[in-house]
């Protein structure tokens, strides 16, 4: 049988960064990539523990492979990232069709256990986390790409210990990469074709902030923003405590830098942030974000909120909907707080019924969907400038792009477009992406 591989991702971008990674591994051991499971000979799932939604998802996909295994038994599963770092071996026990899992520090190693796994039949579980010299030599790296945006690593791991956040135990401690390694796949990148960089870890605006001879991640972004052939630069994801005023003043001053962040707030209430430990008022956040306002009027921003988290009354959460209204939010990511195993709040008195959390949420999302819809009509008969990434999953010889705010744009367009940034005026806008048509550069207003 073909060595074919099927990879399902859940979850966050560094989730992504990491299949990318996987596939790059199983390429070096003749393993090729299939879009059906059927057609497999080895199936991985990278999990996401985040949230118990993502986590009753990921278990949820693996059962389906279940009756796969019992027609072939030659078939391999395994199972990688945050699930199986939090639970490890108790996996194989709860799962007997599974036999392999692998965690977050280990994605190095697959190939040698799939090898293990194939020639001897064994089950291999391997969630060890690595020393901080180990892991700065196996930070994700490319020099190429077919791509028109890319996602480059620059830190892992997470030291903020927010008491709802399994991060830190699924991830570890936190580790800055070197600048130069940074730069030199940026610069690598640039030269491939790649117009659009988006900077990733845990917490970037803390980047080097544990080394004394490291750049700060100001300075790092304005490194970025000298590569040439790189047009558009983002990062995410960011804590509001470790977002300097250098690093708000890089909005006004790099012109590669996108008129977008994603700012986790998570409550709108005092007495919840600190029971959350962000480290950060309502106050401080609201004045961060004046000062962001104010060096770039333009900028859109993005959040997550947790509704109901232990202890929250109605004043907590209406102080959470007077917060929304007065950020105004472009967009938000929002959940309902699930306790997770190991955390501080999964042991903090949860007395709120399910049914008023349910009640808040909604009233939260018919808000916000009010206010992200007030946002995006915004652009409805202006020209704004797309950067081309591909053909549109709309079909009819469309093209699609984002904005400098990250919306999708979909518009007519010929396929050697795409890497190119052209106006576009946007004649439609919706929940989740815009409608727009291409403008001839002679009817362009100088």
Request: proline fraction near 5%.
């Given at each position: 049988m073909k060595r074919t591989y099927y990879l399902e991702t859940f979850g966050c971008q560094m989730n992504v960064v990491d299949s990318e990674r996987?596939?790059?591994?199983?390429?070096?051991?003749?393993?090729?990539?299939?879009?059906?499971?059927d057609d497999a000979r080895l199936i991985l799932l990278n999990t996401c523990a985040v949230r118990d939604k993502a986590v009753r998802k990921a278990y949820g996909h693996l059962g389906r492979f279940k009756p796969l295994k019992e027609r072939n038994p030659e078939l391999i599963i395994g199972l990688g990232g945050c699930i199986a770092q939090q639970e490890g071996a108790e996996l194989l026990g709860n799962f007997p069709y599974l036999d392999l899992v692998f965690g977050t520090h280990n994605i190095h190693r697959l190939p040698e256990l799939v090898d293990e796994v194939e020639a001897n039949r064994v089950r291999c579980e391997e969630t060890e986390f690595l020393d901080r010299e180990t892991?700065?030599?196996l930070f994700p790296s490319r020099s190429d790409s077919d791509q028109v945006?890319?996602?480059?690593?620059?830190?892992?791991?997470?030291?903020?210990?927010?008491?709802y956040c399994v991060v830190p135990y699924v991830r570890g401690r936190e580790i800055s990469r070197p600048s130069g390694e940074v730069l030199t796949e940026v610069r690598a990148l640039a030269s491939s074709g790649v117009r659009e960089v988006t900077l990733i870890g845990q917490n970037v605006n803390s980047y080097g902030l544990r080394?004394?001879?490291e750049l700060s991640f100001a300075d790092l972004l304005e490194q970025v923003n000298r590569v040439d052939g790189i047009e558009r630069i983002r990062f995410t994801t960011s804590h509001p405590k470790d977002l300097s005023p250098q690093l708000i003043d890089c909005f006004g001053r790099l012109g590669k830098l996108c008129w977008h962040l994603h700012l986790p707030v998570q409550s709108g209430s005092n007495d919840i942030l600190r029971a959350m430990n962000r480290g950060y008022s309502r106050e401080h956040y609201l004045e961060i974000v004046r000062h962001l306002k104010e060096v770039c009027p333009q900028i859109r921003l993005s959040t997550d909120i947790i509704v109901g988290f232990p202890g929250e009354s109605d004043e907590d959460f209406n102080a959470t909907l007077d917060l929304l209204a007065q950020v105004c939010f472009a967009d938000i990511y929002s959940f309902i707080f699930s306790p997770r195993r190991g955390t501080a709040a999964a042991d903090l008195a949860d007395n709120t019924p399910a049914a008023i959390k349910q009640q808040r949420f909604d009233r939260m999302l018919k808000l916000q969907q009010e206010l992200s819809r007030q946002v995006w009509q915004q652009d409805v008969g202006q020209v704004c400038q797309v950067l081309v990434e591909g053909e549109s999953k709309q079909g009819a010889g469309q093209l699609f792009g984002r904005t400098t705010w990250g919306r999708i744009v979909n518009f007519a367009g010929e396929r050697s477009q795409v890497g190119q940034t052209v106006p576009v005026h946007i004649t439609r806008s919706f929940k989740n992406s815009q409608l727009g048509e291409l403008v001839c550069q002679d009817?362009?207003?100088p």
């Open positions: 996987i596939g790059e591994l199983l390429a070096t051991i003749g393993y090729q990539p299939v879009s059906q499971p892991r700065l030599r945006a890319r996602f480059v690593t620059v830190m892992q791991g997470c030291d903020n210990y927010c008491s080394d004394a001879e009817k362009l207003t």
